[in-house]
Structure formats: structure tokens, C-alpha cells
């Protein structure tokens, strides 16, 4: 299955009691862990680039009787009611309705709002869709109930939520990332004219299982971080330096070692770089217009889904 998602990203929409807001993919062009946290989380460096492949947030402020819901929805007891694709006994394990549920804690005791969720990023591809749809419900409710969106305890929530929430949350569509993710600056993107192939193989691969296996093959004693730190920070768009790597392609491709020849193929064809994104699935190849195309005529494409992006 080929998408054509080169238009998929718009610009908000909003009235006085609802907006639309898309929630946009991200690649990481380069992810290195760099050390492990007593807490047990761990200390990365990246690159994250925004893609425009994304999901449709719409959210409409509802009088205090709620509105009546239809089949499709789970109320929550909040005042907070959800639909989507990743609908779940409990509405509180989406992070949809958590971001709601917490700028309620904070911001709007008294909220009573509808969240409609449009997915078209894979689940569990290491695009960073449900961050990014967290993301765009706290700018959303942000709008319509007049939060300023660098409000401290705002971006607090944020980072809470997940690690690649707060990167969504900010203005800039690349960013050098470090931290657990909450430390950003801004890097310089891919260029407007290059064209971003994502692929996702139909399968998902769990984050926390992906770090567990990392672990097992991770070690920390001979890693220059300095050095490792200044090729990230060396980065103008385009292909990688130096260090820049995935951490995880190493134990992914040794599961999954079609990942690894589709991105062989990908290079083969053209592709300037080819990795994986996140901890996976999904890979993706930075190309130009030409090379793009002759990769869309790869036969494996039959059986996986590819998102044919532009940089933002």
C-alpha cells in the first residue's frame, strides 16, 4: 500500500468552541543512547524531524450536560469524552484523554469537552503518534480556553506524558533532542525539496521492549559522548555525520532482518540515508524526487505500507 501524504498536514482550524489540529509524524535521524539514569530511564541524543504524515485532533468544548454521546464514544467520568480507532476499556490508557485529563487538573476543573482522533500513523512504528496526538490536544485546549502555550505547568504535563510529547509541543519542526527528551534546541531541518519515504512493515515493535532489549547489548565504557554530542550538533540537514547512528537498529535488524535489507534496497535506490525511526518499526529513506520514485517500485511495498512525506 502506497500514501501519498505529501498534503497531509493543514493548518489549524478553529471557532469559538472547536478546533482541528493536526498532530504530525516525526523521523529521528539519529538516536544514540548515551547512559542509563538511576531512575531507569535513559539519556539520549537525537535529531527529530517533523514529517507530514499526521493525525486529525478535532475537539469541541460541550455544554455542562455533556451532549449525548453515541455508541462510538467512551464517556469518561472527567466530562471528557474520546472517539477513535484505539478505543479501550479504559478511555484513561489513551493518551489522548490523559493530555485532557491533566490540562482539566490543572487549567479547567469544569471541563467538558469531545476529542475526536483521526489516525493515519501506525501504531507502534516509532513515528511518535500517540505523542504527537497528546501533544495537539494540550495546544488544542490551550486555544479554545486561552492557555498560553509556554506555560510552564503546560509543558510540565507535556513532559509527564511521554519523552517526544514536549519536542510536539514546541514551534520548531527539527529539533536536536537530549535528555529524556525534554532538552531542546533547535537544528536545522531537511530541506523543503527532499522527499521522506516512511515505511512500516505491519507489525509493531513495543518501545519498552525495545529498550529491555537494548540493554542486554548496550554498553556505556568506551563511548565518546563529546565527540558523539558534536556530530549531532554538527548536523545541517540531509545526510547524517559521523556518529550518528541508531542504537536500536542493532538488536531490531537482528529480529527483524528484513528491516535491514528493505533499507539496503532503499540506498541502493538512491536514497541519501535509510534507517530506522525511533525504536521501530518503521524505516524511512531521505531521497530526492527521482530516486523516490524508483523506489516505489520495489515489489516487498505489496505487503507493507509506505507513506510517501515531505520535510516540514
Known amino acids: 500500500m502506497i500514501v501519498d501524504a505529501v498534503d497531509s498536514y493543514f493548518e489549524i482550524c478553529q471557532s469559538q468552541d472547536s478546533i482541528i489540529i493536526p498532530a504530525p509524524a516525526k523521523i529521528n535521524v539519529g538516536l544514540r543512547i548515551i547512559g542509563k539514569r538511576p531512575d531507569g530511564y535513559h539519556n539520549l541524543v537525537s535529531i527529530m524531524q517533523g514529517i507530514s504524515l499526521c493525525d486529525k485532533i478535532v475537539i469541541e468544548r460541550l455544554d455542562e450536560r455533556g451532549g449525548i454521546a453515541d455508541k462510538n464514544l467512551i464517556t469518561a467520568k472527567t466530562g471528557i469524552e474520546y472517539s477513535g480507532p484505539e478505543l479501550t476499556t479504559d478511555p484513561g490508557d489513551n493518551l489522548c484523554v490523559k493530555a485532557g485529563v491533566a490540562f482539566q487538573e490543572h487549567f479547567c476543573p469544569e471541563l467538558h469537552i469531545r476529542i475526536k482522533l483521526e489516525k493515519q500513523i501506525p501504531v507502534g512504528a516509532g513515528l511518535g503518534g500517540g505523542s504527537s496526538d497528546a501533544a495537539s490536544v494540550l495546544l488544542g485546549l490551550a486555544k479554545i480556553y486561552g492557555v498560553d502555550e509556554k506555560d510552564p505547568q503546560l509543558l510540565k504535563i507535556a513532559a509527564r506524558l511521554g519523552s ?27 530541506a523543503s525539496d527532499l ?51 541508531n542504537d536500536f537498529e542493532l538488536p531490531v535488524f537482528k529480529k527483524y532482518p528484513e528491516l535491514n535489507s528493505a533499507c539496503l534496497d532503499l540506498k541502493q535506490a538512491g536514497a541519501l540515508f535509510a534507517g530506522l525511526s525511533g525504536s521501530g518499526s518503521a524505516i524511512y529513506a531521505i531521497m530526492g524526487k527521482r530516486a523516490a520514485e524508483k523506489a516505489l517500485a520495489f515489489e516487498w511495498l505489496d505487503s507493507w505500507s509506505c507513506f510517501i512525506c515531505r520535510p516540514l
Do not use: C, H
Request: glycine share 10%; no cysteine; net charge negative.
Open 195 to 245: 522527499t521522506v519515504l516512511v515505511i512500516f512493515p505491519n507489525f509493531e515493535i513495543s518501545t519498552s521492549l525495545a529498550y529491555r532489549t537494548l540493554d542486554q547489548s548496550l554498553t556505556f565504557e568506551n563511548l565518546n559522548i563529546k565527540l558523539l554530542i558534536r556530530d549531532f550538533l554538527a548536523y545541517n540537514g540531509g545526510i547524517p555525520t559521523g556518529e550518528m547512528g
Open 164 to 190: 517526544d510529547v514536549p519536542f510536539f509541543m514546541g514551534p520548531d519542526s527539527s529539533s536536536l533532542v537530549q535528555g529524556v527528551g525534554e532538552i531542546l534546541s533547535s537544528s536545522e531541518g531537511l
